[in-house]
């Protein structure tokens, strides 16, 4: 993949006045840097999106802090079904809506926010999120403490896609890997923690390390141009990012940043209306993967295997996930121009599924082909999303990359959402069922 950016630590003012000019990096010191940014990204993906992982996975757990003397089998209850009174879509929607808010209102005021800290926020509402759940006795409390994952990934995803307009673009690659390693290592630690014994709420506690890792991942490994605001606010209010704010358009110095006037809202609208090609079909496969997942999941259920029906449900989402790394980290073998195909594909398994539900004949398959199922539909959401990001990065003119980025992620966020509303109907009519 082309490298548009330069991605080592850009000379310091001190250097440009002692030397003359910017100094330049060695060839080896170069290489050095980009390795450690490519690391530095899968690791922001990975520690950006584990909470909101696993909160996913432990839905069901989370659910049955206080509905456990009622979320016993209900087929001997005039119910076909066997379920939580409260659907997991409710811990889907506390996980995502303030995700959509943030990046419906953020790419119009957070280049104001310096980077710095807008990450140390990310790292706080990550660790609270932990603490909250880990020490609830109750379902609201609980989902307080999944809404502050949801700040902390909303907020992180926004500010790091941004992020990777100062870099060479394929940093996209590592950072769409790193959440799809978020993804299988999410639901793997929580489904082998809780295998090994261990209670859901000390699982939760031991994930305290996640947030640090963050903290290492951006403020020590990570090495960013100069151009990048860090902790400086900008002087006054503007619609966009000052020069001084703009990713590098070369591999040269930040001195040689070409200056360019702010975007205005005509041009922001026109970039945002040349993305729909690309944000609509990306809605349409998180609406269908996350209906999937937070609606139909906690309703297919095998009574008469070893796994009780949380175990199930943990396995669901790991092998989803597993399916999402595999597929996020695959843009350099695959490359898919076409994101509709992907929305057709996982609309289609969306249908079969639901139609499966409705007429109980899913049992009637064995668990391995539901597993497979599964997996393909986590194919699909990876490479829909790493694919939407990489053509938009490199589509993109290098002055509209940072907002391209930022705005184009709210498409995902978007389907989520609208699935987690439409998801909790669609649980309460099925388990009313008699």
Not at 231 to 259: A, C, H, M, Y
Request: proline share 6%; hydrophobic share 45%; glycine share 8%.
């Amino acid at each position: 993949m082309e490298r548009r950016r330069i991605d080592a630590g850009g000379g310091s003012d001190s250097d440009e006045e002692a030397g003359g000019g910017p100094s330049e990096p060695s060839p080896q010191a170069q290489n050095r840097s980009h390795w450690r940014n490519l690391s530095a990204f899968w690791l922001l993906g990975l520690c950006n999106n584990f909470a909101y992982v696993v909160m996913l996975s432990a839905a069901h757990d989370i659910l049955r802090t206080e509905t456990n003397e009622t979320s016993t089998l209900n087929v001997t209850n005039s119910s076909h079904y066997d379920y939580n009174e409260i659907s997991t879509a409710a811990v889907l929607l506390a996980d995502i809506l303030p995700t959509l808010v943030i990046k419906f209102t953020a790419p119009f005021y957070i280049h104001q926010i310096p980077y710095n800290y807008r990450v140390s926020l990310c790292i706080i509402t990550a660790a609270a999120s932990f603490l909250i759940v880990s020490f609830s006795t109750g379902v609201a409390l609980s989902l307080l403490g999944v809404v502050f994952a949801s700040v902390s990934s909303g907020l992180g995803e926004i500010t790091f896609l941004s992020l990777t307009a100062f870099f060479y673009s394929d940093v996209v690659s590592c950072w769409s890997s790193g959440t799809g390693g978020a993804g299988i290592l999410g639901s793997l630690s929580y489904l082998g923690l809780t295998v090994a014994g261990l209670s859901p709420q000390n699982s939760l506690l031991l994930m305290l390390v996640i947030p640090a890792l963050l903290l290492i991942s951006y403020f020590f490994l990570l090495l960013p141009p100069s151009s990048l605001p860090r902790w400086k606010f900008p002087k006054g209010f503007s619609s966009t990012p000052t020069s001084d704010q703009r990713p590098l358009l070369d591999g040269s110095s930040p001195r040689r940043t070409e200056i360019r006037p702010p975007l205005t809202l005509p041009q922001k609208w026109k970039i945002i209306k040349s993305l729909l090609k690309y944000m609509i079909p990306l809605s349409l496969v998180y609406f269908a993967e996350y209906f999937i997942n937070q609606g139909l999941f906690e309703l297919i259920y095998f009574p008469n295997i070893k796994m009780n029906h949380s175990e199930q449900y943990r396995w669901y989402q790991m092998l989803y996930q597993a399916g999402v790394f595999v597929s996020r980290s695959s843009v350099r073998c695959i490359t898919i121009r076409h994101i509709w195909v992907l929305s057709c594909l996982q609309c289609g398994i969306a249908t079969f599924l639901l139609v499966g539900v409705a007429y109980l004949f899913l049992p009637s398959l064995t668990l391995p082909v539901i597993f497979l199922i599964i997996v393909f539909e986590g194919l699909l959401g990876g490479s829909a999303y790493v694919n939407t990001f990489n053509n938009i990065a490199v589509e993109s003119k290098p002055e509209d990359k940072e907002f391209a980025m930022g705005v184009a992620c709210v498409s995902d966020t978007l389907g989520i959402s609208l699935s987690g509303a439409i998801a909790i109907p669609v649980h309460n009519y099925f388990c009313g069922l008699s």
